[in-house]
């Protein structure tokens, strides 16, 4: 019987393979379901065609809003037009199977790249007959199959490469450069290493803190001083090379000529050479690429795509952004901390939830860390590494509906419809590896991390709603989390279509008084109740708009990528200057970035020689950043402004919430850390919060100044209290000569700084009892039990103005009111919080 030959017929009319977009998409097969492409689509691959000769282009689609069939149909477009391979990069292999399933659903040729030493490039790839997917590790790495600098056989000539999650591909590239000397596999490495640089820690002030964390007893992060670094860098680089063959083979050969070039960061469980930017330069691939696309989350920053790449400034100032709604999913979120839930029970509560969700659809809990996610094991599943992947697949196949805890995995998973119909966000997102938790640090409360916290808070409220059908109720659950979206500046940083669904949620969270309430509540959205769903549509209706482009930071990035430039050349005077000059050029800068700018400076004086510069930049650096490198002279210090109007800058403080009761949660997490079970970094941070929160001047002068009290409280231009924090104590443990001695030590240096200001001394102890060696005079102990009162008095005001909406005038009045009824004011805070010390003579004494 003969059949018809379609092949023959369809090789009879060929023509030649089509080029824009959209005619390739109206070419392809379509499989039901899937039958034209959203408008949001076509106008992004409308304007790439009419730009694809520029080199970076970034695209923003919303989060499930078919960022792949893009991301491929430019990549076939390329190849048809270039005649050349073209390369799909991904950040997981999870999502390299996902994108290589979709090909094959699209109807658009794709390989998948092979790992290992003995498997070649597809010859598809190679002849432009496939689009090759792979992680970016298969491209960027010491020993990449597409060629390495100085490396031998040559590189691929690539037409095009598609960088997928692009604005998450900083923390991956910064692992592919990252040498790890972990502490469980190389012990002796790390103890030499370690030592090695012991000394230098005690010049910095900082013995206390390095001692701790080798001792792993603080789980802090420090660098290695740049000075110390580059003087002892090559010892350490013939150390690592003795091994580096066998462990350290793909991350080796792109960082062993540049180790003067990289931070050197230790861990209580490892030690991290990584450089200030990947070393793009090592991948021929790459940098003579002619066509590199960006393909984004609509988050307003995109300067990790210019720190990570080198990408071009201007080509990622205009992104190519949609202004639909597509792919925006339906998201009921609930915030239980705002609701009149006993705030005791949420915990238990979510819990319930999570279970009880499980059994009719996926239940996924996103937390910071492992150990956040072992909180969890009494009703989830925890899954690390490779079981994330697995536990997913299960998710996707409704083989199972968990609940499952996944830690630190805000992006790079996909769960659409039944797979995951409750998210939970489980505390603060933090850095994916210790990089990023050091810069966290060192920039903390600074424009740049609150931006890099709302786009991993973004894409992790993504993973449940996969495109605009889905939908998911996502629990917002932690004091540090609610209260970081809280904050109005912050909330601003979102999407404009999440900031409404925030929005919503504040609102829907206020009416649920019950857990009878929330349950109800969640079974609107799971059940597609017509109330909750019109009014969800209506409240995101108006919000269509351009993502913001954060221009101020895109440049910030491109003076960062060219004096790294100039460090790499050779040429380090002129990356000096370039710093120097845009420093000069962008006073309104924000202190802590200048900061980091400026020390970037110092290390590239330091490379050039110039120790009289380095030491200048250093210091100006460590004036405006307090959490980078001290400068080997002193400082000069700067006395804190004494406050005027202290119910003015309470008010000011809760009005920077967006939330109502917003003010109340963040300081829930200041006042969890003013216990002794807090380690004396949190106490002692948590006690300058508490001044600020007051009204008053605050700051830490021992920890920023190598001198002085632990916390130092500027009340008004007449008082100040000096304080000193022994929080560890025991009970009965009583104020000994020696600790008496720091404080009068701190006391003397608060008087040559403050002159004609009375500083009160004060210890933070459990009791108010001193040995008999001590002189206390005037010495004051604010004991534990009377700093849970200041506490609950400081909650009660903030309660209060939390309360309802009021205007400003009547919020001042009635904080004024209320701090003299609970004694806050400077003139009575001494006499009611504070309680003289008293020797007490030790038992059988006479």
């Known amino acids: 019987m003969l059949m018809v030959d379609f092949d023959r017929l369809r090789r009879r009319q060929a023509k030649s393979a089509p080029v824009e977009p959209g005619e390739i998409f109206l070419r392809l097969p379509k499989s039901p379901g899937f039958d034209d492409l959203w408008s949001s689509q076509s106008d992004a691959l409308k304007q790439w065609y009419s730009r694809r000769n520029e080199r970076d282009i970034v695209i923003k689609l919303n989060t499930g809003g078919g960022k792949t069939l893009v991301g491929l149909l430019i990549a076939q477009s390329t190849i048809n037009e270039r005649q050349g391979p073209v390369l799909y990069l991904c950040p997981t292999a999870q ?125 802090a992060i420090l660098e290695i001083p740049y000075v110390a670094w580059a003087n002892r860098a090559d010892e350490v680089r013939q150390q690592v090379a003795e091994i580096a063959a066998s462990e350290f083979r793909f991350v080796w050969p792109l960082i062993r000529d540049s180790f003067e070039q990289c931070h050197a960061l230790i861990s209580r469980d490892q030690v991290v050479i990584t450089p200030i930017h990947p070393i793009m330069d090592l991948f021929p691939s790459f940098t003579g690429c002619p066509r590199r696309i960006y393909m984004s989350a609509t988050v307003a920053d995109d300067s990790s795509i210019i720190r990570t790449f080198d990408a071009d400034s201007d080509s990622v100032s205009t992104p190519i952004s949609p202004t639909s709604l597509a792919g925006v999913g339906e998201r009921m979120i609930i915030i239980p901390e705002l609701t009149r839930l006993n705030k005791s029970r949420i915990p238990q509560v979510a819990r319930n939830l999570a279970e009880g969700v499980s059994k009719i659809g996926g239940a996924v809990v996103l937390t910071p860390s492992g150990s956040g996610a072992e909180r ?36 790079g998973i996909d769960l659409p419809g039944d797979s995951c119909r409750l998210l939970v966000l489980s505390g603060m997102p933090q850095g994916t590896n210790v990089y990023d938790l050091y810069r966290a640090t060192v920039l903390e409360g600074s424009g740049t991390i609150n931006t890099s916290l709302a786009q991993r808070i ?37 999407t404009n279509t999440t900031q409404e669904q925030v929005r919503v949620g504040i609102e829907v969270s206020a009416e649920i008084a019950s857990v009878r309430d929330l349950v109800d509540t969640v079974k609107k959205c799971l059940a597609r109740s017509p109330d909750w769903t019109q009014f969800h549509a209506d409240a995101l209706a108006d919000a269509t708009s351009h993502p913001p482009v954060d221009k101020a930071s895109l440049r910030v990035a491109t003076a960062e990528r060219r004096h790294f430039a100039q460090l790499q050349a050779g040429y380090s005077p002129k990356a000096v200057a370039i710093i120097e000059k845009f420093v000069h050029d962008n006073e309104d800068m924000e202190a802590k970035l200048k900061g980091w700018l400026l020390e970037l400076g110092a290390r590239a004086a330091h490379q050039a020689g110039d120790t009289t510069n380095r030491d200048r930049l250093q210091r100006e650096a460590y004036a405006y950043n307090r959490g980078l490198q001290r400068p080997s002279q002193g400082t000069h210090y700067t006395p804190l402004l004494a406050p005027t109007k202290q119910a003015e800058h309470i008010v000011d403080y809760v009005q920077q919430f967006a939330l109502l009761g917003g003010a109340v949660i963040e300081f829930e997490e200041t006042a969890d850390h003013l216990v002794p079970a807090a380690t004396s970094n949190q106490f002692e941070v948590a006690l300058k919060k508490l001044g600020q929160v007051l009204g008053f001047s605050s700051e830490r002068p021992e920890k920023e100044q190598r001198v002085g009290p632990d916390v130092l409280w500027v009340q008004n231009d007449q008082t100040a209290w000096v304080i000193e924090a022994k929080s560890k104590k025991q009970s009965k443990n009583r104020l000994t000569k020696e600790e008496h001695g720091q404080l009068l030590q701190s006391a003397e240096w608060f008087q040559t700084h403050y002159e004609g200001v009375n500083g009160v001394r004060v210890v933070v102890h459990a009791n108010a009892f001193a040995t008999e060696a001590v002189t206390v005079g005037d010495t004051m102990a604010l004991t534990l039990t009377k700093l849970g009162e200041l506490v609950g008095s400081v909650r009660t005001i903030l309660k209060e103005l939390s309360s309802e909406p009021m205007p400003r005038s009547t919020m001042v009045a009635r904080c004024e009111s209320r701090l003299d009824a609970l004694h806050l004011r400077p003139s009575q805070m001494g006499d009611h919080y504070l309680t003289p010390f008293v020797v007490q003579k030790t038992q059988g004494a006479s």
Not at 391 to 401: F, H, I
Not at 467 to 486: A, Q, T, Y
């Open 376 to 411: 969890w094991s009494d009703v989830a599943t925890v899954c690390q590494g490779d079981d994330v992947a697995s536990a997913v697949g299960e998710l996707v196949t409704r083989s199972s509906n968990g609940p499952y805890a996944f830690p630190n995995r805000y992006d």
């Open 95 to 219: 999502l390299q199977g996902q994108i290589i399933e979709q090909s094959q659903r699209y109807g658009i040729p794709a390989v998948p790249y092979v790992t290992g030493a003995g498997e070649d490039l597809s010859e598809e790839f190679l002849g432009a007959q496939a689009v090759m997917v792979a992680t970016y590790h298969a491209l960027f790495n010491g020993r990449s199959k597409f060629g390495v600098s100085g490396a031998p056989g040559g590189s691929v000539d690539l037409q095009g490469i598609i960088l997928d999650d692009a604005h998450t591909a900083f923390s991956n590239l910064r692992e592919i450069f990252s040498l790890h000397i972990k502490r469980e596999k190389h012990q002796d490495l790390y103890d030499e290493l370690t030592t090695l640089f012991r000394t230098d820690f005690a010049q910095q002030g900082r013995q206390g803190t390095y001692d701790d964390i080798v001792a792993e007893q603080e789980a």
């Open 458 to 494: 973004e894409q992790g409220m993504g993973r449940g709603t996969r495109g605009g059908g889905d939908h998911c109720v996502v629990l917002l659950l932690g004091k540090d989390l609610v209260g970081w979206v809280s904050r109005a500046s912050n909330l601003n940083l979102l």
